[in-house]
């Protein structure tokens, strides 16, 4: 994991095999698609800028080129409105570009990453920790050292082991 001058935008197109997120709030509502977020709480249809959002493009063409983009969301049900609309609009819609997202719930049993932050991994050598504020705001990414790479594998690892296929548990725990 080096430090670099790269902004998280460079490294979600620049990546070369695979890039990880793990997503820990319940609440990004500020951070990106929030009038989608608002016609989804006013049972709006999806405008179809949500649909070809330009993130959208970015994973097509990610893995397109046989790279690997996925995720772990760690959750608690009852979902938030939040989690409903990023789950129910945003994942289904970003599988069919190739993502592939796991859920890590902890309705039923222990958090086994209680201190982990949200981060993306990218090609398993860089790390870029996120930062939020306490409505959903994001606030920025620090690209973290070599130093703490371990402690970030690991953290991807058992979010995976413990985590189950986004559409077997959509199926189980979708609204």
């Known amino acids: 994991m080096t ?19 793990l997503e820990t709030l319940d609440d990004y509502s500020q951070s990106g ?8 709480l006013a049972g709006k249809p999806q405008p179809e800028d949500f ?3 330009d993130w959208v493009t970015t994973v097509g063409n990610a893995t397109q080129a046989g790279k690997r ?11 938030t409105d ?34 982990a932050p949200d981060f993306w991994m990218f090609d398993n050598r860089t790390v870029g920790a996120m930062s939020y504020d ?19 594998l690991a953290y991807r690892d058992l979010a995976l082991a413990a985590a189950v296929p986004f559409p077997e548990w959509w199926a189980q725990y979708g609204e």
């Open 134 to 152: 306490s409505e959903g705001k994001y606030l920025g990414t620090e690209f973290t050292g070599d130093s703490k790479l371990s402690e970030f």
């Open 33 to 40: 698609g929030v009038s989608a977020y608002q016609d989804f």
């Open 69 to 79: 983009m996925y995720r772990v969301h760690v959750v608690t049900r009852p979902l």
């Open 82 to 115: 939040y989690l409903r609309f990023e789950l129910g609009w945003g994942y289904i819609r970003n599988v069919k570009a190739g993502e592939e997202f796991f859920i890590l719930d902890i309705t039923e049993q222990e958090n086994p990453i209680p201190n």
């Open 51 to 53: 649909k070809t959002a």
């Open 3 to 21: 430090t670099s001058s790269k902004s998280l935008g460079d490294w979600l197109k620049d990546f070369e095999q695979e890039a990880f997120r």
